[in-house]
């Protein structure tokens, strides 16, 4: 998720990134996109300003800055080069140090025979908190004055095109990027490429899911440059498809209105496929210790397991807070026991963020670790 800073009720248009990652440490990301993509961001160096001024203010100790030049866009960051802050000056002058810290990403791995060329994509800020116990993500929210970039911009962006492919009768629907662009808005050079409008798992949902979830399968016709939709709500064994095809399955009986009077006949005998499936290995002995921990108990809603299992004990389930699939990692900080309903809630809940925000405030052992990409 990102975010702006405020000032005086004002939001300042530089996007940051922040996580916590320890019981007194979290770290800042700031971007160096925002402002009108034709030149530099006016507000990205006063807000950068800013946020080093609230450093300050509340006593927080910067330990690491450091310059990001990769392109990747999540966590673990490549091509990071850490500042020796002994080279630094005033450290606690937040003009004085953006200054430094511009004219270093600026210079650091420049090549001096082309114009322009700054390789700093990112600054990243490890800091220190000052207070007592357990850090919490509201309280670097609160402190520094961060809101949230209130949408998904794939979600609004998209949304027209879904509308569009709601409203066809026909199973097969093909249209240009300049006719989606009308719909949509300007599209991204990678529009024109299978990557984009692909349909498997692990590409953007919140872009994908305007047509998955109205029965249609995305395809690049790159002779024609023209993106072909295709109708489809047969049987699959991706999971992602399947879920978009429940979707639309459930929005098309509602319609009908009577849908659920002619049953669909399903399959007597489903197709067996073969696929590769990857999956990370986790440690019994992680998984021993959290649910001795919890003694029988949901350590959410601190009810008993719902029945007792063939182990003669209470059934409970044990989940990873941060997923191992978003970097995190199989330990007990990161490890929670509990009950049917509340680990589904966790998943699939309208509420899930809330609940996991409980969790982090409840259960003393937990850390709110980062999303890294596993790439």
Known sequence: MFFKLQNNDVEIDSKFEYWV??????????WST???????????????ELLLQRFNEFGMKIETIALVKGKKQSQPYEDVLEIDLASLDGL??????????????????RDTLKAGGNPTRKVLFGIKWPGEGKLLDDDVRNALGFSPVAYSANETKYSPLGVYLASVQTDIVSLSLEEIGEMVGELPK???SPQFWANAQGFHWSRRRHWLSNGFEAFWNSKEQKVRFVRNNLPTDDATLFKARVEFERKRLKAQGKGLDEPPSGRARPTIVKSVIFR???????????????TGHCEACSKEGPFISEKDERYLEVHHLRPLAEGGPDTIDNAVALCPDCHRELHFGIEREMKRDGLLKKVDRLIDHPFRDRG
């Open 21 to 30: 990652c320890g019981r007194r440490r979290f770290e800042v990301c700031q």
């Open 92 to 109: 606690q002058d937040p003009r004085a140090l953006r200054i430094q810290i511009s004219k270093l990403t600026k210079d650091v791995d």
């Open 34 to 48: 925002g402002g009108d993509k034709k030149r530099a961001n006016k507000q990205y160096m006063p807000a950068q």
């Open 190 to 192: 990678s529009a024109a």
């Open 280 to 294: 990370y290995q986790r440690s019994p002995a992680i998984v021993a210790w959290v649910l001795e921990k919890a």
